[in-house]
């Protein structure tokens, strides 16, 4: 069954994609620069998407800058509202038939605490319910769609609540995020700076050393339930990023992030 049967509740200006095959490791950095956001990414068969996030007159607006912001683009609107409307038109996942999830990367440019409160209290609306991915009380109940803060976000706050629907993105190099010993109910999710952990950009063969580094950065999170994400990968269209692209998917990378929707559903599946 095509994407196309199962949008009929969403807005005729949206968009429906048509049959699309999911692709487990493509993450869309800065979803919401694209002409539709979120549906053009789906399109391609993107299983994760990122979405930049200000709080503005008590509204989650979305964008890089502050500056760009504007009502109408929301976070609701963009995301939470759609990805509602695809999961009841599906029977349950984003994509039909699909159970590996879908991840919605909310990164919060500033105001950490009190943006993720309005989104705490957003996402409790019974009009998401059954939605979103829940913690509560030390268990984790899979749902459609999972939420994973990045940026500004607040982890004392997530990690007083014993009851709540989002995720932490932790970072490689920080104490206690990665491996045996983390909490993947809190930190399901570690990323990381490509240039801040390798100086290999594509040219050449990768060292050893970096490539032993990169296998044993994903073998450790796996091993403690957690996934791998970099950003600042060589993204340009240059042959070179497809070199690291093919690294990332040998070493088990599980979110390739990309600006280039087309180029790297293309090579992902080629």
Same mark, same amino acid.
């Given at each position: 069954?095509?994407?196309?049967?199962?949008?009929?509740?969403?807005?005729?200006?949206?968009?429906?994609?048509?049959?699309?095959?999911?692709?487990?490791?493509?993450?869309?950095?800065?979803?919401?620069?694209?002409?539709?956001?979120?549906? $053009?990414?789906?399109?391609?068969?993107?299983?994760?998407?990122? &979405? =930049?996030?200000? #709080?503005?007159? *008590? @509204?989650?607006?979305?964008?890089?800058?502050?500056?760009?912001?504007?009502?109408?683009?929301?976070?609701?609107?963009?995301?939470?509202?759609?990805?509602?409307?695809?999961?009841?038109?599906?029977?349950?996942?984003?994509?039909?038939?699909?159970?590996?999830?879908?991840?919605?990367?909310?990164?919060?440019?500033?105001?950490?605490?009190?943006?993720?409160?309005?989104?705490?209290?957003?996402?409790?609306?019974?009009?998401?319910?059954?939605?979103?991915?829940?913690?509560?009380?030390?268990?984790?109940?899979?749902?459609?769609?999972?939420?994973?803060?990045?940026?500004?976000?607040?982890?004392?706050?997530?990690?007083?609540?014993? $009851?709540?629907?989002?995720?932490?993105?932790?970072?490689?190099? &920080? =104490?206690?995020? #990665?491996?045996? *010993? @983390?909490?993947?109910?809190?930190?399901?999710?570690?990323?990381?700076?490509?240039?801040?952990?390798?100086?290999?950009?594509?040219?050449?063969?990768?060292?050893?050393?970096?490539?032993?580094?990169?296998?044993?950065?994903?073998?450790?999170?796996?091993?403690?339930?957690?996934?791998?994400?970099?950003?600042?990968?060589?993204?340009?269209?240059?042959?070179?990023?497809?070199?690291?692209?093919?690294?990332?998917?040998?070493?088990?990378?599980?979110?390739?992030?990309?600006?280039?929707?087309?180029?790297?559903?293309?090579?992902?599946?080629?």
């Amino acid at each position: 069954m095509s994407l196309a049967l199962l949008v009929g509740a969403l807005p005729a200006s949206a968009g429906a994609p048509s049959a699309v095959t999911p692709l487990p490791q493509a993450h869309a950095h800065n979803d919401y620069e694209h002409d539709r956001p979120l549906f $053009d990414a789906l399109d391609r068969g993107f299983t994760s998407v990122e &979405a =930049d996030i200000h #709080l503005v007159d *008590g @509204a989650l607006l979305v964008a890089h800058d502050r500056p760009d912001t504007t009502p109408e683009r929301n976070l609701r609107a963009l995301y939470l509202d759609p990805l509602r409307d695809l999961v009841k038109a599906n029977g349950g996942s984003v994509f039909p038939g699909y159970e590996g999830g879908f991840q919605l990367l909310v990164d919060i440019k500033a105001d950490g605490a009190a943006a993720y409160e309005l989104l705490d209290k957003i996402v409790r609306d019974p009009a998401y319910a059954g939605v979103f991915t829940h913690y509560a009380g030390g268990e984790v109940k899979r749902g459609p769609v999972t939420i994973v803060l990045s940026g500004d976000r607040p982890r004392d706050v997530m990690e007083g609540q014993d $009851d709540r629907y989002a995720f932490y993105d932790g970072r490689i190099n &920080a =104490d206690g995020d #990665l491996g045996i *010993g @983390a909490d993947a109910k809190l930190v399901p999710l570690v990323s990381q700076n490509w240039t801040n952990e390798f100086s290999w950009v594509g040219i050449g063969g990768m060292p050893e050393d970096q490539r032993a580094k990169l296998h044993k950065i994903v073998d450790d999170a796996h091993a403690a339930g957690q996934r791998v994400r970099f950003w600042a990968t060589p993204d340009a269209a240059l042959p070179n990023r497809e070199a690291v692209w093919r690294e990332l998917v040998d070493a088990g990378v599980d979110h390739i992030n990309t600006d280039d929707l087309d180029g790297l559903a293309k090579f992902l599946k080629s």
